[in-house]
């Protein structure tokens, strides 16, 4: 039984942060790399960074850089999204994904 847990999602300012977090268990299968992806109201979902758990590369998309960063905790199935300076933009319902696992999502508001 996979299960994958986010937290860390509420109510921001713009020009705020907030700091995600996905703890990942029950996996039987190794696996190379955890991936935040996030789908706004009547949009598609869009990757927004992964990070490989094997040697902790990292990828993000363009709309993110310099602004969010992913990470992993000491435990290697617990993975951080640090978001700063968020944007109206950066509303979205944000999920956690491994293989074909979702986590249930955390809403992300960014308003004033």
């Known amino acids: 039984q996979v299960q994958l847990v986010e937290s860390g999602g509420g109510l921001v300012q713009p020009g705020g942060s907030l700091r995600l977090f996905c703890a990942a268990s029950?996996?039987?299968?190794?696996?190379?790399?955890i991936g935040w992806f996030r789908q706004a109201p009547g949009k598609e979902r869009e990757g927004v960074s992964c990070?490989?758990?094997?040697?902790?590369?990292?990828y993000y998309a363009d709309s993110v850089k310099g602004r969010f960063t992913i990470s992993r905790a000491n435990a290697r199935n617990t993975v951080y999204l640090q978001m700063n300076s968020l944007k109206p933009e950066d509303t979205a319902v944000y999920y956690c994904?491994?293989?074909?696992?979702w986590g249930q999502g955390t809403q992300v508001t960014v308003s004033s």
């Open positions: 994904k491994v293989f074909t696992y």
């Open positions: 029950g996996f039987t299968l190794d696996y190379y790399a």
């Open positions: 990070i490989s758990i094997r040697d902790g590369s990292t």
